[in-house]
Each structure stands twice: as C-alpha cells, then as structure tokens.
T-cell receptor, first 116, second 109 residues
Framework: SAVISQKPSRDICQRGTSLTIQCQVD?????MFWYRQQPGQSLTLIAT?????????ESGFVIDKFPISRPNLTFSTLTVSNMSPEDSSIYLC?????????????FGEGSWLTVV | EDKVVQSPLSLVVHEGDTVTLNCSYE??????LLWYKQEKKAPTFLFML????IEKKSGRLSSILDKKELSSILNITATQTGDSAIYLC?????????FGQGTELSVKP
C-alpha cells in the first residue's frame, strides 16, 4: 500500500479565488489521479497526473479550471481555479503504487472545499 | 458509454443481519473490479477481483465476481454498527476506476 497525505484537509474559500491542493505519497507510484466527489454524489475522475508532462483530463474537465502538476513520482498538486459554489466538493488524490500486482488504487484522506 | 450500477442505493438493517450488495457494470476494457468502503471522507480499499467465481474474504466481508453476468456482490455477515458506510464498487478500465453511485448501508443497534 501507500501512505498518502493531502493538504489542506478542509478549507472555506471565497468565490473567484483559487486554491491548490497538495498530495504527497511516501513511495514512488506508477500513477496518480485526482477525483472529485460532490455532495451526495459518487467519485468522478478529474484527471490522471502524468509525471513530467501535462495531465490527461476526463470529459468535462479542463486544464484552465483544474491545472495539475506532477513534478516527480511522489508529489502532485491540483488547483481549483476561479472557484464558484458549484466547486464545493471533496477532492481526492489517489495512487496506483509501483509494483502492485493488480490494479489496487489507494486514496488520500481528501480535501473538503466549501466555496462561499 | 461505461456504466456502473449499484443496488440497492440504501439499506437499513439491524445488527446481526446479513446483507448482500450488488454491482453491475458495462465497461469496454475491463481489467478488475474494486470494492471500497467510505465512512467519512476517503474510500478505504476492501477487495480487488480479477477472476470470475473466486471468492475473496476478509473477516465478515466477502466478495465475488461474475464476468459472464458483468456483476459482483459484496456480502457482509453478522453486521455491526461499524459497518455503516457507503460501499462503492469500481471497475478498473483503461487505466482508471469508474465508480458506481454507491450503496449506503445503515446498521441499527
């Protein structure tokens, strides 16, 4: 498995501002992902964070709104830009550890954002 | 379009009951199916299933995959209040997990 630390765990943000969420893993991982979970909804994949190159975004998500960085194999950031109340969600970092026999993906504790 | 459907959406039982949660999926490049338990924020991993008909067990929880029927079930025996959570199934397809809407289980004392 992998130990995943996300910061901040919770924040209240003003409309129109941007916030960057950090995800740190205690070991090198093959893949890192960012998910969003809106209130009462299931998890939706935002993008796959690629080391050293641009993230791969899912339909409905764009780089201008959710810029992602992954400078190395253990760290990634997700920025939620120009926030609106509709962006109030839990944002979850998840990883596929290197050497995992199979496709077990682990999740960080999540970052709960409330936009007012 | 890929689709994952879980049933029931919610379930209320009493301690000691046995429950069966269902997951059906339609994905194009299926590799495996994962079950997670979500209590507060982060989903915690329960099982990964890759082969049909092979039951995986962990204490009172067990799960099995049926690739022919494109489905999986999660069983919880002798439920406890600590089992109250949302249970999520997610096929791993094309390098990503596709989540169902979850089953919200509530176990009453």
């Amino acid at each position: 498995s992998a130990v995943i630390s996300q910061k901040p765990s919770r924040d209240i943000c003003q409309r129109g501002t941007s916030l960057t969420i950090q995800c740190q893993v205690d070991s090198q991982v093959t893949m890192m992902f960012w998910y969003r979970q809106q209130p009462g909804q299931s998890l939706t994949l935002i993008a796959t964070a690629n080391q050293g190159s641009e993230a791969t975004y899912e339909s409905g998500f764009v780089i201008d709104k959710f810029p992602i960085s992954r400078p190395n194999l253990t760290f990634s950031t997700l920025t939620v830009s120009n926030m609106s109340p509709e962006d109030s969600s839990i944002y979850l970092c998840s990883v596929l550890p290197t050497g995992t026999s199979g496709n077990t993906i682990y999740f960080g504790e999540g970052s709960w954002l409330t936009v007012v | 379009e890929d689709k994952v459907v879980q049933s029931p959406l919610s379930l209320v039982v009493h301690e000691g009951d046995t429950v069966t949660l269902n997951c059906s999926y339609e994905v194009t490049n299926f590799r495996s199916l994962l079950w997670y338990k979500q209590e507060k924020k982060a989903p915690t991993f329960l099982f990964m299933l890759t082969s049909s008909g092979i039951e995986k067990k962990s204490g009172r929880l067990s799960s099995i995959l049926d690739k022919k029927e494109l489905s999986s079930i999660l069983n919880i025996t002798a439920t406890q209040t600590g089992d109250s959570a949302i249970y999520l199934c997610a096929p791993f397809e094309g390098g990503k997990l596709i989540f169902g809407q979850g089953t919200e289980l509530s176990v009453k004392p």
